[in-house]
């Protein structure tokens, strides 16, 4: 009884297991207890959306929810290293004053109000596709061109890989943009 209580000072763990102070011997049953929160979860590969580096990351997910972002050890450009943006981007998607309703402010109003998502889709959907059949040009000097220049598509650092894949799909193959780029690229 008296050495299991002795042995729960971690000095005397250190001088019975000859450790340094900084292993299993300073640990408290709590600390031992713990569980990399990751553990058991699922991962999916992705890329760092904020810079043109485009580091690997791993991202764990456990019941639909994403429960950390990693560095991908795996990927040639960063080795399992994120910087502080990128070891950071568990929030972008996590954060409590992330904004989740849709924000409208109509022509000369001061006041911002809330839509349904499915109503500014549509509106965004309509004007888009207004202003692509008011501006689209077939040709050009008399050779072919498609292409429409009346609107261009500045994508933010925190899209993800897959969404500005779909953003080139749409705007370039779909609406024959020709003006899409990215910050990250800027
Ligand atoms: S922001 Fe940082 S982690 Fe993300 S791609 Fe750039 S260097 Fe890599």
């Keep these: 009884m008296l050495a299991e209580l002795l042995l729960k000072w971690p000095l005397i763990r250190q001088l019975v297991n000859g450790g340094d102070g900084t292993g299993v011997e300073a640990m408290s049953d709590t600390?031992?207890?713990?569980?990399?929160?990751?553990?058991?979860?699922?991962?999916?590969?992705?890329?760092?959306?904020?810079?043109?580096?485009?580091?690997?990351?791993?991202?764990?997910?456990?019941?639909?929810?994403v429960v950390s972002i990693e560095g991908d050890p795996a990927s040639p450009i960063s080795r399992g290293h994120l910087c502080p943006k990128g070891a950071d981007s568990f929030q972008l998607v996590t954060h409590d004053a992330r904004v989740t309703r849709v924000k409208y402010r109509a022509p000369r109003s001061r006041e911002w109000?809330?839509?349904?998502?499915?109503?500014?889709?549509?509106?965004?959907?309509?004007?888009?596709?207004?202003t692509r059949e008011r501006t689209f040009t077939e040709s050009k000097d008399g050779k072919p061109v498609m292409q429409c220049t009346g609107m261009a598509h500045l994508g933010g650092a925190t899209l993800d890989n897959e969404e500005n894949y779909l953003i080139k799909k749409l705007f370039t193959a779909g609406l024959g943009m020709v003006c899409v780029s990215n910050q990250a690229r800027i």
């Design 31 to 65: 600390t031992k207890a713990l569980r990399p929160k990751n553990e058991g979860a699922n991962v999916a590969r992705s890329i760092c959306p904020y810079c043109a580096v485009g580091c690997g990351q791993l991202v764990y997910h456990r019941d639909g929810k």
């Design 113 to 130: 109000i809330e839509l349904p998502l499915a109503q500014a889709m549509e509106m965004v959907a309509d004007r888009a596709w207004k």
